[in-house]
């Protein structure tokens, strides 16, 4: 085999290989995406997507004035330290929430027209479909005495008395132990009431007793607000690398989940080509199971990294100003561009190192660029047809990114000699402005298309298997149903019922199909 051909073979191969894995994180790259766009949110205090501007960001909690004595400014500090962890903490709460595919939403109260601006309970709430939901609102607390802040909870006539039945989140190196505490606090209450009562203080009896269920019902209030009071601080302190650490944690959990797809699908992808190798006598048996294991580990690193730094570029581009850049997040875009870069950084290697030409490199950029509108567009074909998170999309970008490979390289073919003939290079320029200029026309077609006819084909297919399950179809209606059904695919059927079937038998003429 020429060694040329043997090169671009190996070259397809792994550009199908890399489109398959990028792909494959797509979904993943999506909703880790929008988890890491919540700690942006968080830290600027606006919402680009729905334009509502929070009461407070990170950013600006950070601009708060403190006193130039350094005591004093040490106790600013740490009493904003508690507004910056009620913003850590719902920014990490949503996130977690759209990882795990729930939507439940957390909200500040300062941020919900019910509630307005510095309650004096309510620090959170949670909401499920634009409704509170009932026995959610939470007071976080982050004081230097624990036990001393129950106390002024449960004990009667105390400041704190107004948090009584509200879940109170604390700082998680103070909720260890704490429900014990309150529990132990109640029962020995319990027993100076007792004493108390044996003494005739009825009053103080009571009243000791009352104490206990408010120590008791504190108990059950308790919660983590899963930040401690030195993170609380350093967020106060340093948003943006506080909020850097959030995003990084987020997409190293994304890298995870797409090293695990990236194994499944490139592993795939491998096995199918070594197996075809095989067929053709090309690999022995020993090389094929070493390729094997060799492209899986390397999918699964490649899956890795698409998807950590897919999950940021989303993010970015989730929460950009740019309306344009915010319609891309939604899309297949973020992950392939991670995966036109990875591919990219090998040819601007070759070109440093002298093995392709400029005209070449420039030609490898445009075929990879056009391959990831086509893989973008077939993926979303892809992902209809087989509605499985990420199998869908990755096999249909596999099949887009070879369509396009194999179109534009057909079209770049006189290219190669741009050193013989100026006229041949501009007439294929021409060639390739026109064909991108229709890549973009089917595109825009190919929308409209899905837009406009999916909705009732989706429709009718149900309609048509509701009929087919139906107990009790007759043979008219069930093929009324299917030739209404091929009128919309463009196809007119030979019978429109029984009778014209029955009449077609008996008449003797040929069946034409």
């Known amino acids: 085999m ?44 606006t919402d ?49 929430a759209i990882i795990a595919k729930s939507k439940v939403r957390t909200i500040r109260s300062d941020d919900i027209t019910e509630y307005g601006r510095n309650h004096n309970i309510v620090d959170r709430v949670q909401i499920l479909d634009g409704q509170i939901i009932e026995g959610s609102q939470a007071q976080m607390k982050f004081v230097g005495n624990r036990d001393q802040l129950f106390k002024d909870i449960a004990l009667e006539g105390k400041k704190f008395e107004r948090y009584r039945g509200t879940k109170l989140e604390l700082p998680s190196e103070q909720y260890e132990g704490a429900a014990q505490h309150c529990r132990e606090e109640a029962q020995q209450l319990r027993f100076n009431a007792d004493r108390a009562e044996q003494s ?4 103080i009896s009571a009243k000791l007793r009352r104490e206990a269920n408010n120590y008791e019902e504190l108990a059950n209030n308790i919660s983590d607000s899963g930040i401690t009071t030195e993170q609380a601080i350093f967020y106060r302190k340093y948003p943006k690398i506080a909020t850097a650490i959030d995003m990084a944690r987020t997409s190293h959990k994304a890298g995870l989940e797409g090293a695990k797809y990236g194994s499944v699908i490139g592993g795939s992808i491998s096995l199918l080509q070594n197996i075809f190798a095989l067929a053709q006598n090309e690999k022995s048996l020993g090389d094929a199971s070493t390729d094997f294991a060799i492209d899986t580990t390397k999918a699964a690193a490649l899956g890795y990294s698409t998807a950590f730094a897919g999950s940021i570029v989303k993010s970015g581009m989730q929460q950009s100003s740019n309306q344009t850049m915010r319609s891309l997040a939604g899309s297949s875009a973020p992950a392939l ?27 490898e950029v445009g075929e990879k660029s056009t391959s990831m509108l086509a893989s973008g567009m077939i993926a979303t074909l892809g992902q209809i047809a087989i509605p499985i998170p990420f199998l869908g999309a990755a096999i249909g970008g596999i099949i887009g990114h070879t369509l396009s490979s194999i179109f534009y390289q057909a079209a770049l073919d006189s290219a190669r000699s741009v050193e013989i003939s100026r006229e041949i290079m501009e007439r294929t320029q021409a060639i390739q402005a026109a064909a991108r200029e229709k890549i973009s026309q089917e595109q825009t077609a190919f929308n409209n298309f899905l837009q406009r006819e999916f909705p009732q084909l989706q429709s009718e297919t149900q309609q048509l298997f509701s009929i087919i399950n139906s107990a009790t179809c007759n043979i008219d209606e069930l093929t009324s149903s299917i030739n209404k059904y091929a009128t919309i695919l463009g196809k007119n059927l030979r019978f429109n019922n029984l009778n014209e079937f029955n009449e077609f038998m008996n008449s003797g003429e040929p069946l034409r199909l």
Do not use: W
């Not at 005739?200 to 009053?203: H, I, N, R, V, Y």
């Open 2 to 45: 020429n060694p040329k051909n043997t090169s671009k073979k190996n070259d397809d191969n792994r550009e199908i290989f890399r489109s398959g894995i990028a792909l494959s994180a797509s979904e993943t790259v999506s909703r880790f995406g929008s988890a890491n766009a919540e700690f942006i949110k968080g830290y600027t205090g």
């Open 48 to 96: 680009n997507e729905t334009g509502q501007r929070y009461a407070k960001g990170l950013a600006d909690i950070a601009k708060h004035k403190v006193n130039s004595d350094p005591m004093e400014a040490a106790k600013n500090i740490k009493q904003q330290a508690g507004f910056s962890a009620e913003v850590a903490a719902t920014s990490r709460d949503n996130s977690e």
């Open 200 to 203: 005739g203080k009825t009053d």
């Open 337 to 363: 561009a991670v995966n036109v870069c990875v591919s990219l950084s090998g040819s601007i290697k070759r070109y440093v190192q002298g093995e392709i030409t400029e005209s070449q490199l420039l030609a």
